[in-house]
């Protein structure tokens, strides 16, 4: 590719679901004999907003997405679940 050329530029025009993360608990290892040596073991979310009640996700759902505080938890039309830190989603996404 071209170093003086730039990339195409594309829009987003698709409605997701989202909440803001307000806090992560990570949950503890369900092993009590120390032995398993997952990465995660899955946490539960806390939303910023008010209204909903802290939710468990699972430890794929961290180890693919490596959710922050601050950042959104974002589920898709066809029922992906995503994160997305919070200026790239702020930027491409407006509340309806």
Known sequence: ??????LPKYRSHKEVHALKIAHIEHLPNP???GQSAAASYGAIITPEEDGYAPFEVSPEYMMKHRPQVGGYYVV???G?????PAEAFESGYTRI
């Open 31 to 33: 092993d009590k004999s």
């Open 80 to 84: 992906y679940k995503s994160w997305s």
């Open 76 to 78: 898709y039309p066809d």
């Open 1 to 6: 590719m071209p170093e003086s050329q730039e």
